[in-house]
């Protein structure tokens, strides 16, 4: 920081535009119903399907445990 001063500002707004794109990815993903919640980890996570549990899991999408479970034997 003392041989760049900008470095502070710069870092600032990266962070900035960081917390906001995650926050954009928050909102949409919980916009979507408990299927598409569930097709969206099948596609971009599968290695969490295998390695943990369904109550992890069905907290993370933000659903029941037996509605995983029906989710899991239709698709």
Do not use: C
């Not at 917390?19 to 916009?31: C, D, I, T, W, Y």
């Amino acid at each position: 920081m003392i041989t760049i001063p900008q470095f502070p500002i710069v870092y600032s707004r990266i962070l900035e535009e960081i917390l906001q794109q995650s926050k954009h990815r928050v909102e949409n993903f919980l916009a979507l119903d408990a299927k598409d919640r569930f097709k969206w980890l099948q596609q971009h996570r599968p290695d969490l399907l295998k390695r943990v549990s369904n109550k992890v899991i069905a907290s993370y999408l933000g659903i029941r445990e037996e509605t995983l479970s029906r989710l899991k034997h239709k698709i």
